[in-house]
C-alpha cells in the first residue's frame, strides 16, 4: 500500500495532514549523510551540523509538500541556510564596523566643571532611555547622520526614520524634564 498513500499524499486535496513522524525520520535516515557530505563539500567553511538541521527542520515544516524525490529540494534549502548565514555575518560585521568608527580615536579634554555637570545630566537622560532611543539619537548626534543616512542604516523609510528620530527627542526632552535620582539635597 505504500504506492497508494504518495498517490493520496501527492494529490491535491484541500485538507491539511501533518506529516508522519516515522515517515519524516525515516526520510531523515535515508538522506542525512547525502546531505552532510553535500554541505561538507560545497560549504566547509560553514557550520555543517547546523546547517544539515536547520535544512531538516525547514524540511519537517515543508514535508507533506516535498515530492517523492526530495533531494535537489534539500541541497537548495541549504545553499539557502548557508546563504542567510553568510548575509548574517556580513551586516554583523558592517554593523561592527560602524560602531567602531564611532568610537574617539583620541581622549576628550577635560571639560570645564559647569560643562561637565551639564554633559553628566545629558549623559544620564541618555542612559535612561530604551537602547534603539538611544542608537537613533547618538548616530544623528555623533554621527551626524540625517535622516536618509540613518533610515538606510536601519532599513527603514526616510519617513519613519525621521518619525523614530522625533520621538527618541521628545524621550530625552521629558527624561532631562525628571529629576534624577542623584540625591542632591532630596531629604
Not at 484541500?14 to 560545497?42: C, I, M, Y
Not at 558592517?94 to 579634554?109: G, K
Not at 541618555?126 to 540613518?150: G, K
Amino acid at each position: 500500500m505504500p504506492d497508494n498513500e504518495l498517490a493520496v499524499r501527492y494529490t491535491k486535496s484541500t485538507e491539511v495532514v501533518a506529516p508522519s513522524r516515522d515517515r519524516f525520520e525515516q526520510f531523515v535516515r535515508d538522506e542525512v549523510h547525502s546531505l552532510t557530505r553535500h554541505v561538507r563539500v560545497l560549504y566547509p567553511y560553514a557550520d555543517i551540523d547546523d546547517v544539515v538541521n536547520r535544512t531538516f527542520s525547514v524540511a519537517w515544516r515543508k514535508f507533506d509538500q516535498l515530492q517523492p524525490d526530495a533531494r535537489a529540494w534539500l541541497r537548495g534549502t541549504a545553499r539557502r541556510v548557508v546563504a542567510n548565514d553568510q548575509r548574517g555575518q556580513r551586516r554583523w560585521r558592517a554593523l561592527t564596523e560602524r560602531a567602531s568608527q564611532m568610537i574617539p580615536d583620541h581622549p576628550a579634554p577635560a571639560p570645564d566643571e559647569p560643562a561637565s555637570l551639564e554633559l553628566r545630566i545629558v549623559s544620564d537622560a541618555i542612559d535612561r532611555l530604551s537602547e534603539s532611543d538611544r542608537d537613533v539619537l547618538l548616530m544623528c548626534a555623533l554621527e551626524e547622520l540625517d535622516t536618509d543616512d540613518l533610515a538606510r542604516i536601519l532599513n527603514i523609510a526616510p519617513s519613519a526614520a525621521k518619525k523614530r528620530l522625533s520621538r527618541a527627542r521628545e524621550r530625552l526632552r521629558n527624561a532631562l524634564a525628571q529629576p534624577t535620582d542623584g540625591g542632591e539635597g532630596d531629604a
